[in-house]
């Protein structure tokens, strides 16, 4: 018996790769466990000499859709240009992020080829987002995206053509991912069941989805309201939902400047949607 804690980083039918210190082991799930089900990112208590998975730990979290557990930081790749810019979809993985317990991590790309007008928007929201607590990088700033990856699982977010693999390939040469791909979507009617794998990189472990771009929010109203982290609840009614004018601070707020439009646009736009 020698019994670790790893992390299971891929799945394939009955078979568990699991990793642990660099090395890793293919296990097979031992009595209990059968029926549980385990995901990519659980972090699992094996027997390295018999190679069998014995128990699971308590996940952080859990996103569907790529079905994958404990992720640390969700990199929201944000292009300016084709794609266009969509602060509705960057608002919708930001909280995503805060009712998963994930830390943001805004990345714009392709400010190289966007006009005027469009980066004047996007350097205007990047200090909005900045002002409020997020981290914002653009795809130049690779020193400082390596520092955010050390020792963390890592999923990345973002429309298709956004520059995600194109990303990946600078932080790591031997990659060598394709780009400028039209990927297949996880539209309806498509059975694009792909299972998702955690790849190791040095001490990061990232999620190899072709990225969370057409997730659907499964939160309520009052997870979606507090994904809105500077909202706040200082408003006159303590159950506001911030739609009616009567006494709402957020309203406010956005009248006089201090919260970014497009942010309360979206609020409402998602709030509807439940
Ligand atoms: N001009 C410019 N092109 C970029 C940038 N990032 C990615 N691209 C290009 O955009 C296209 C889509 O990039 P890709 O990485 O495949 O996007 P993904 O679908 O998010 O993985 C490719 O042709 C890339 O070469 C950038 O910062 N500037
Ligand atoms: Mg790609
Ligand atoms: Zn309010």
Known sequence: MNKVLGKIININKDLYTVIYNNSVFPCYVRGKLRGFKLTVGDNVIFDKDNLTIEEVTPRKNTLIRPLISNIDKLFIVTS????????YLLDKFLVLSEVNNIKPIIIITKLDICN?????????????????GYKVYTNKDIRKIKKEMKSSVIALAGQTGAGKSTLLNKIDKTLNLKTGEVS???????H???????????????????GFSSLELDMSKE???SGFIEFGYKC????C????????????????GVILKSRYENYLKLIKEK
């Open 80 to 87: 300016t240009h084709l794609p266009e810019f969509s602060t």
């Open 116 to 132: 005027k007008s469009e980066k004047r928007e996007v350097l205007k929201s990047a200090k909005y987002y900045r002002k409020i």
């Open 184 to 190: 297949t979507h996880l539209g309806r009617g498509k």
């Open 192 to 210: 694009t069941t792909r299972m998702v794998s955690l790849i190791p990189i040095n001490d990061t472990l990232i999620a190899d989805t072709p």
């Open 223 to 225: 997870e979606v309201m």
């Open 236 to 239: 006159k009614y303590s159950s």
């Open 241 to 256: 939902t911030h739609i009616n004018n009567d006494g709402c601070s957020v309203i406010d707020r956005v009248n006089k």
